[in-house]
């Protein structure tokens, strides 16, 4: 199956053999290394000897989102600290914050800065290590970018994750990218220790989970939105033995009025950048479009590898977590909010690395770019429900 036609008609799967339209694909990358770690604010070096070309340009506005025509008094404003925090600092100080928004990659957090923190990218938000001394018993992932002594990943090593205030109208929001992940950490999940702790130091009344995803099945288009109405586990590697490998866990009723602020003005500016987007993206918001947590890094593909088709509309590696450590707030809102980077993938030679390596250019060049819609998303909840 050679030629130009790699999409088939109303469906959304990519086909490998046309990976020379993406980002060279020259070299293997490590997969989880690039997925979690890769900035787009600030392209690193041991990326380029992979061949992602297109993504490593020097111009910063190819890999960015752009900028989105909010309506009037409701554009995300940053609120920087009249004085930066000591590293070791707690969250206290955003107790009673309307909304916490958590992401999980390097590329996802760029877009979230892009958009709600103009002017602040993540080089510039606090780091946290509020008591990592209790996380480092825990934390036993080689892989972890927790534990990467590496130069270029000094943000990370031995950091909880980063955070910057900002406001959506009267709303105040804290945004925040872990900086664990279930995938990687070990046996212990210390990320379900950090979402409880971020949940009852600030106590919000809206909590979000946001980032890129992989689709599952033809139907979702790169750049759809998929507003969980259940997140589920799909454990099937190093927690396949734990209680809780398929357990899911029901999110918050959207809205609808944030359905109807998601228009067409705010999503398609950052659409039209992505091959073979939608022009105004599909917001998936029905109480069956689930997101689906793996404990590995992975994407869907027509020969249903990872038997992740009929499980939800999207895959991801944390956000059922999330869901494990809010159930102890019942009165608390919280949202999954994912948007499909790569599309289902068809896998005709049944050539996995190839696959594999096409998802992660497509992700290299659109992760933070697809993320807008997602971001745009969490506004349109965030401004319904906190600025009635």
Same mark, same amino acid.
């Given at each position: 199956?050679?030629?130009?036609?790699?999409?088939?008609?109303?469906?959304?799967?990519?086909?490998? !053999?046309?990976?020379?339209?993406?980002?060279?694909?020259?070299?293997?990358?490590?997969?989880?290394?690039?997925? #979690? /770690?890769? $900035?787009?604010?600030?392209?690193?070096?041991?990326?380029?000897?992979?061949?992602? @070309?297109?993504?490593?340009?020097?111009?910063?506005?190819?890999?960015?989102?752009?900028?989105?025509?909010?309506?009037?008094?409701?554009? +995300?404003?940053?609120?920087? *600290?009249?004085? &930066?925090?000591?590293?070791?600092?707690?969250?206290?100080?955003?107790?009673?914050?309307?909304?916490?928004?958590?992401?999980?990659?390097?590329?996802?957090?760029?877009?979230?800065?892009?958009?709600?923190?103009?002017?602040?990218?993540?080089?510039?938000?606090?780091?946290?290590?509020?008591?990592?001394?209790?996380?480092?018993?825990?934390?036993?992932?080689?892989?972890? &970018?927790? $534990?990467?002594?590496?130069?270029?990943?000094?943000?990370?090593?031995? $950091?909880?994750?980063?955070?910057?205030?900002?406001?959506?109208?009267?709303?105040?929001?804290?945004?925040?990218?872990?900086?664990?992940?279930?995938?990687? !950490?070990?046996?212990?999940?210390?990320?379900?220790?950090?979402? =409880?702790?971020?949940?009852?130091?600030?106590? +919000?009344?809206?909590?979000?989970?946001?980032?890129?995803?992989?689709?599952?099945?033809?139907?979702?288009?790169?750049?759809?939105?998929?507003?969980?109405?259940?997140?589920? %586990?799909?454990?099937?590697?190093?927690? @396949? /033995?734990?209680?809780?490998? %398929?357990?899911?866990?029901?999110?918050?009723?959207?809205?609808?009025?944030? *359905?109807?602020?998601?228009?067409?003005? *705010?999503?398609?500016?950052?659409?039209?950048?992505?091959?073979?987007?939608?022009?105004? +993206?599909?917001?998936?918001?029905?109480?069956? =479009?689930?997101?689906?947590?793996? !404990?590995?890094?992975?994407?869907?593909?027509?020969?249903?590898?990872?038997?992740?088709?009929?499980?939800?509309?999207?895959?991801?590696?944390?956000?059922?977590?999330?869901?494990?450590? #809010?159930?102890?707030?019942?009165?608390? @809102?919280?949202?999954?909010?994912?948007?499909?980077?790569?599309?289902?993938?068809?896998?005709?030679?049944?050539?996995?690395?190839?696959?594999?390596?096409?998802?992660?250019?497509?992700?290299?060049?659109?992760?933070?770019?697809?993320?807008?819609?997602?971001?745009?998303?969490?506004?349109?909840?965030?401004?319904?429900?906190? $600025?009635?």
């Amino acid at each position: 199956m050679k030629g130009n036609n790699f999409f088939m008609p109303h469906a959304y799967s990519y086909h490998p !053999d046309h990976l020379d339209s993406l980002p060279g694909t020259d070299d293997c990358v490590d997969l989880q290394d690039l997925y #979690l /770690n890769f $900035n787009p604010e600030r392209p690193q070096e041991r990326f380029r000897p992979a061949g992602f @070309k297109t993504a490593l340009t020097p111009e910063p506005a190819v890999r960015l989102p752009a900028a989105v025509p909010w309506p009037d008094g409701k554009a +995300p404003q940053a609120t920087p *600290l009249a004085m &930066p925090p000591a590293e070791a600092d707690d969250l206290s100080r955003f107790r009673g914050y309307d909304a916490v928004v958590v992401t999980w990659t390097a590329a996802e957090a760029a877009a979230l800065a892009a958009l709600f923190t103009p002017g602040y990218r993540t080089l510039d938000w606090y780091k946290y290590r509020h008591h990592v001394s209790a996380y480092l018993p825990l934390i036993t992932g080689q892989r972890a &970018p927790f $534990n990467d002594a590496r130069t270029e990943m000094a943000r990370s090593y031995h $950091n909880l994750g980063l955070y910057f205030p900002c406001r959506i109208g009267p709303a105040k929001v804290l945004v925040f990218k872990s900086g664990l992940h279930l995938q990687c !950490d070990g046996p212990a999940t210390p990320v379900r220790l950090l979402m =409880d702790e971020i949940a009852s130091t600030v106590r +919000p009344r809206v909590f979000i989970t946001t980032g890129a995803g992989a689709a599952i099945g033809a139907e979702v288009a790169p750049g759809d939105v998929v507003i969980g109405g259940l997140t589920r %586990f799909c454990c099937t590697a190093q927690f @396949k /033995n734990e209680p809780w490998k %398929f357990a899911s866990y029901p999110t918050s009723t959207v809205p609808a009025r944030a *359905l109807a602020a998601i228009t067409p003005a *705010l999503t398609t500016i950052n659409a039209a950048k992505v091959p073979h987007a939608r022009p105004v +993206p599909k917001i998936w918001s029905m109480p069956t =479009d689930e997101v689906v947590t793996t !404990d590995f890094v992975g994407c869907d593909d027509t020969k249903n590898r990872h038997e992740l088709q009929g499980l939800g509309r999207v895959c991801d590696t944390g956000d059922a977590m999330v869901g494990q450590a #809010l159930q102890t707030y019942p009165s608390l @809102k919280w949202f999954a909010i994912r948007n499909a980077c790569i599309p289902q993938m068809a896998n005709p030679y049944k050539d996995i690395a190839a696959v594999d390596q096409a998802a992660a250019a497509m992700y290299a060049r659109y992760g933070a770019i697809t993320t807008a819609a997602s971001v745009i998303a969490c506004w349109a909840v965030i401004d319904a429900i906190a $600025n009635p």
